[in-house]
């Protein structure tokens, strides 16, 4: 199984509420290599308590507005002749402020060109669309690494992390002057040394063809999926921190990744917090590395001075110590997507007939329907589907009702013209409202058909027994594990969720081991998946080779040799 990337969800201390302080994480938990349940913290999912989605576009935002070309002194307009670079060094590139203070945007007719790596991809693709960048000015997105030619009067924005191999990029780019004025952007601050490794091979390339350059530390080192969720992009850490045999040295570079990008979404949202953490493994070092850096911050001025009281809670906990809820099968809607259709950066992927693959974009700001309900459990999502599509058609028809043309006369011209006007402001609204239904309603039924053949519901509900401190359904437990519904992974968190939760209830330990045997058959092909599913995917050949089969047998039966 791929292992998702590690999550962290966002939630306030009970006691907050002055001091105007905004929201941090209140859970780190490292992942385990199978996905998480996406419960989202703090009861009801449509009320968004935090803003870190938003303050994270808007630095973005004002990341790509700030690109204007500049002449000599650093002014616009542009200007034809030019001296040489400048070299400046900003510690955060924030949503509210930027060079001078103005905050003006500039004018829309500013083209400019937008370079990124696969992280700084990461980053820009949940928050801003194709739409959103063309109404920023960017005309042209391209990877770094991709073989580029020379756009002349246009600023080039490169957002990437700050490596080696990106940095001798851009030294290859400046001297084949691909662009007047470049912005390089990195998602975290550059190290001394490969800075001054940025500075050495600028210098001996064809620098002053580049009429402005500038490098910012943007602090920007996650990616903000949903206003209280966010990623750190760190697969297998939970491999990486706790296997046998783990240098220092891998270890060290992923504690203090994880440093860094909690640390840039509490710069990002402004707070100074509470820390409490686990006396144990990872969640220990981590808090003492993160307090140092926070000390450092708000020397530094990048955060406020922490307040009296209302202040934050941090909350770290080691992930060894509930290994079982993360192995646990969701039903959530939101765990069934990353689940079934491997969510990831808000894209789901599904596998249609004839083997192609189907694209769904979850956009948490205008799809309403996910933003309520996808902390819900599955059995309810049927329902909430009819219900919405039924307000989406008592919301058309009134619409239709009041653009229909009145009667005669200057009052009836009136109210006509008025209807045309609501028609043009709501039609748009309605057909993406109608689009993202129809969308969830095609997840929803395939993820329906999914269930029906694993029987994931089924495992579901014994591993929720157990999590819950209920007692084991034997039964079930090895019907489910001797059976051939889901694959084998499936099984396997069944039985390791049992022989976690087992051993502490007490007197089933010993059954759970006698299954063990079971688990380890090989798969056989076209294991966890329904008849009809098999059938798709082998264009009917599954059908085929049954009556095959049969054909066979009865050969075998009718045959003197056989019986012999």
Not at 523 to 552: A, V
């Amino acid at each position: 199984m791929s292992a998702p990337p590690l999550y962290s969800y966002l939630g306030r201390a009970s006691g907050t509420g002055g001091g105007g302080l905004p929201a941090i994480p209140n859970a780190l938990l490292p992942n385990t290599g199978v996905a998480p349940s996406y419960a989202r913290a703090g009861g009801d999912s449509h009320r968004k308590r935090h803003a870190l989605r938003r303050s994270q576009k808007e630095a973005l935002m004002w990341m790509i507005k700030s690109a204007v070309p500049l002449d000599s002194d650093a002014h616009p307009p542009p200007s034809a002749g030019g001296g040489g670079p400048e070299v400046v060094a900003s510690a955060l590139g924030g949503g509210g402020a930027g060079e001078g203070g103005g905050g003006t945007a500039p004018p829309p007719s500013i083209w400019r060109l937008l370079i990124f790596d696969d992280w700084g991809r990461d980053i820009i693709a949940p928050l801003l669309k194709v739409a959103d960048l063309r109404e920023l000015g960017i005309t042209l997105y391209m990877h770094i690494q991709t073989e580029r030619e020379p756009v002349p009067g246009a600023p080039a924005i490169y957002l990437c992390a700050p490596t080696p191999e990106n940095l001798d990029r851009l030294v290859v780019d400046c001297s084949r002057r691909l662009y007047e004025w470049v912005y390089l952007n990195f998602a975290a601050p550059v190290p001394r040394g490969l800075l001054e490794r940025l500075a050495r091979g600028l210098s001996e390339s064809a620098l002053p063809a580049i009429a402005h350059l500038r490098v910012f530390d943007r602090m920007l080192s996650y990616v903000a999926l949903d206003e209280d969720l966010f990623s750190l992009m760190q697969p297998r850490s939970f491999w990486t921190l706790n296997r046998r045999g783990a240098a220092e040295a891998v270890v060290e570079v992923h504690l203090t990744a994880v440093v860094e990008g909690v640390l840039h979404v509490l710069l990002t949202m402004g707070g100074s917090p509470v820390i409490a953490h686990s006396r144990t493994g990872a969640a220990e070092a981590m808090a003492g590395r993160l307090a140092t850096r926070l000390r450092d911050a708000a020397a530094e001025r990048l955060l406020p001075p922490a307040a009296a009281f209302g202040r934050p809670l941090l909350l770290l906990v080691d992930r060894s110590t509930d290994l079982a809820t993360a192995l646990h099968h969701p039903f959530s809607y939101r765990g069934l997507l990353v689940e079934h259709a491997g969510m990831r950066l808000n894209k789901c992927h599904l596998r249609a007939e004839g083997g192609r693959e189907e694209v769904f974009e979850i956009d948490p700001e205008r799809d309403r329907f996910y933003a309520e309900n996808g902390a819900l459990d599955f059995a309810e999502i049927g329902a909430r589907i009819e219900a919405a599509l039924r307000e989406y058609q008592e919301a058309y028809t009134a619409l239709a009702a009041t653009t229909t043309p009145g009667e005669a006369g200057a009052e009836g011209d009136g109210e006509a013209e008025g209807g045309m006007s609501r028609l043009l402001a709501t039609a748009p609204l309605l057909a993406e409202r109608k689009r993202y239904l129809d969308m969830h309603t095609h997840l929803a039924y395939d993820f329906l058909q999914r269930i029906r053949a694993s029987g994931w519901d089924r495992l579901h509900g014994v591993e929720l027994a157990l999590l819950r401190r209920g007692r084991l359904d034997k039964e079930e437990f090895a019907r489910l594990l001797r059976g051939r519904n889901g694959s084998r992974a499936d099984r396997q968190r069944l039985f390791l969720i049992a022989h976690l939760l087992c051993g502490q209830q007490g007197g089933e330990e010993g059954f759970v081991q006698q299954q063990l045997p079971y688990l380890t058959a090989a798969d056989e092909p076209g294991e966890g998946k329904g008849k009809e599913e098999r059938e798709r995917e082998g264009g009917g050949g599954g059908r085929r080779r049954r009556r095959e089969r049969r054909g066979r047998r009865r050969g075998r039966m009718a045959s003197p040799r056989s019986r012999i």
